[in-house]
């Protein structure tokens, strides 16, 4: 099953009510912003049941941010309140919060880098029950991830990472499911523009106990070459192409192997318009008790007209493979999207008009569906 959740980003607001920036001495500054937002949309439930209605999000956010001294700090902590006009019983409120630690600030001559970042957030999704009423899956997730470089010499980087996520399911009917990544590469400078790389990835995801007896635990490997290549100041691309197989601690779901891919591009057309495109295929766990595989291409044009006007246009298609206890299943989707963003206060305030459409075809005959979402928003950049 897909899971949709909620992003401020991602949502249309009608109103940003205030912000306040404090110094504190040395040690870095607070803001407080509060952003809300409306959208309405012909398919709620992203599924063949296709209820209209109108949803309101508010999110107050205290943030903190600090380059004093050697490492630098990034933080926030939120509250969202989702609201539906007519299927009230979707309302919601969900936590959000995150932070960021980066040593050294920039580099002056050490040679090693740490990035730590983590955070707990609660996301809602609106879903339609047995009887045709509205509900919410609800789960709480908590992230823990490192990145760490050292470099070895002057052209040669080792790069070693680790990425904890649990998350904790507060829905009937959907599980925990607990994921620990740890990506190890070793990375060579060709000259100023070029590096290539040879990388080894493991991949362990556990499905809580309550399905221990048919649970989709797993054990994943990836073997991968890794190239990055900056032409110019016009193009750039990076690369990781290999080998993944994923293996199952219970025979109630079959080992699979296939094409790891990852590929990211980016062309700056002009000087106000920038091509971004990405193709991935990744193995993965959903809170359903499903292994699935996805395979994702994806394009993005942004333009800027001016010093206050910009508009970004996106295609996106995924196919998604889904191994289950009830036999496989296949979906596709085909997304767009366009947002226009008009920029006040240097930048720190962003009026965004937003359309999407969402297409869904897929073997099993809820997940078929089509979505028009569209609203107005108000945020604050920090």
Known sequence: MKTNTFYIAALMGTATLAQAEYQIGDAGALAIGLDASVQSTDNVTMDSSADSDTITSLLPTLNYKSDAGAMSIEAFVGQEIITYSDLSENDSEDFKSNIKLSFPDELAGENFSLVLEGGVNEFTRAVTSQAGQG?????EATDLSLDARYYIDEYTTLRVGATQ???ESQTAGYFD???LTIPVAVYFDLDDSISIGVG?????SEVDSLVAAEAADSDDQAFFIGLENELSSI???TLELGYQQREFDNAAFDDEDGLFASFELNWQLSDMSQLSAELSNEFGTTLANQSSETARAAVQLNHTFDERISAALGLSFEEVNYEQLSGSREDEL????LTIDYQL???KWVLRGSVSYDDSSSSAAAANYDAVRSGISSIVIF
């Open 200 to 204: 080894y990835r493991q991949r362990m």
């Open 165 to 167: 996520r649990e998350q």
């Open 177 to 179: 499911v607990e994921t």
């Open 334 to 337: 085909f997304s767009s999207f």
């Open 235 to 237: 193009w750039s691309y």
């Open 345 to 347: 206060l240097e930048g």
């Open 135 to 139: 509900r919410v899956v609800s789960t």
